[in-house]
C-alpha cells in the first residue's frame, strides 16, 4: 500500500462522466494514465507526450491523471482527477 492516492476516481468512489470532443459518445475511463506510461510508453502518442513536461506540476499540485478513450472513434484523453 502506498497510502498516497486519495483520488476518487481510484478508490471507485465514483465514476466521471466525459463526452468524446471529437463524435460526442460517452468516453470510457481507462486507468490511470501512470499505469500506462510504466507499462506502454511506446504507446503513447504525441499528446500524451506533451504532458511529460507538466508532470512535476501535476503531482504537486495532488491531481491523479486518468486516461479517458471513446470507444467510438479512438479519441484519448486525460483528466486530471482533483484528490
Ligand atoms: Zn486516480
Ligand atoms: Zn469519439
Redesign the pocket.
Known amino acids: 500500500m502506498k497510502g498516497m492516492s486519495i483520488c476518487p476516481v481510484c478508490n471507485g468512489l465514483y465514476e466521471m462522466s466525459l463526452m ?6 460517452p ?1 470510457i475511463e481507462s486507468g490511470r494514465l501512470m499505469d500506462y506510461y510504466d507499462n506502454y510508453s511506446p504507446y503513447m502518442d504525441i499528446d500524451l507526450m506533451k504532458l511529460e513536461d507538466g508532470y512535476p506540476d501535476t503531482y504537486s499540485g495532488n491531481k491523479c491523471p486518468h486516461l479517458y478513450r ?6 484519448d484523453h486525460v483528466l486530471f482527477i482533483k484528490e
Not at 468524446?20 to 459518445?25: F, L, R, V
Not at 471513446?70 to 479519441?75: A, N, R
Open positions: 468524446c470532443a471529437n463524435c460526442g459518445e468516453m471513446c470507444p467510438t472513434c479512438q479519441h
